[in-house]
């Protein structure tokens, strides 16, 4: 009875019972299915349309959708590889530390693989000819969205918190090559985000 209570007053407190007391059951699955639908969106493979030209991006918004009903892509967004990129990237990113809340390691490997994926998906852009501009609009994309990604939703695991925010910062090394003034930046401000 009074477990009940006091959990009923610290819900209260809290402001009502909206907060969520497990992960939802597809949210692993989804995760994955994310991940390897935004990789083969961002290389621009795989006949499914490439990031930025305006509609390509709803496969995977769905999914985010399902966890995250608020994500969406302004009007001024669409069609812009960047605002696309970042979106998504940031979306994908909340399932992940999502997961990562309920189930730590799980969530500390499933980054590690969104992590991967994304580096793969980013050297399989072509660097020279009119790809290389995007190549580089890409990269910030998904700085942006790594950047916007809700730390609130991140477990308190500390072990697997370090893990997450590693493999988060190692990837701007990966991206833009270590030691790079983009690199620099993006970690400085994923280490005043994370830490």
């Known amino acids: 009875m009074f477990r009940n209570l006091s959990s009923q ?12 007391k ?7 699955s ?3 299915t994310a991940v390897d ?20 991006y709803s496969n995977v918004l769905s999914i985010i959708q399902k966890h995250f009903p608020n994500v969406k892509i302004g009007l001024e967004g669409i069609g812009q590889t960047e605002s696309e990129v970042g979106v998504i990237v940031g979306g994908v990113t909340n399932m992940v530390l999502e ?8 969530g500390g490997m499933a980054m590690r693989t969104w992590t991967d994926a994304l580096v ?3 050297a399989s852009i072509p660097g020279e000819g009119p790809d290389g501009r995007r190549k580089e609009v890409v990269a910030r994309g998904i700085t942006r969205g790594i950047k916007n990604a809700d730390v609130a939703l991140m477990t308190k695991d500390f072990t697997t918190k370090i893990q997450i925010i590693s493999s988060l910062k190692s990837l701007s090394a990966r991206l833009y090559g270590a030691g790079s003034e983009e690199a ?7 280490s005043s985000k994370f830490i």
């Open 184 to 190: 620099r930046r993006a970690e400085a401000a994923l």
């Open 120 to 122: 793969n998906a980013y």
């Open 30 to 32: 989804d995760i994955y």
């Open 37 to 56: 639908k935004t990789k083969s969106w961002l290389a621009g493979n795989g006949g499914n349309g490439q990031a930025g030209d305006g509609v390509s």
């Open 9 to 20: 007053l610290a819900a209260a407190a809290a402001g009502g019972n909206a907060e969520q």
């Open 22 to 28: 497990s992960m939802s059951p597809t949210l692993r």
């Open 99 to 106: 997961m990562s809340k309920w189930e730590a390691m799980a």
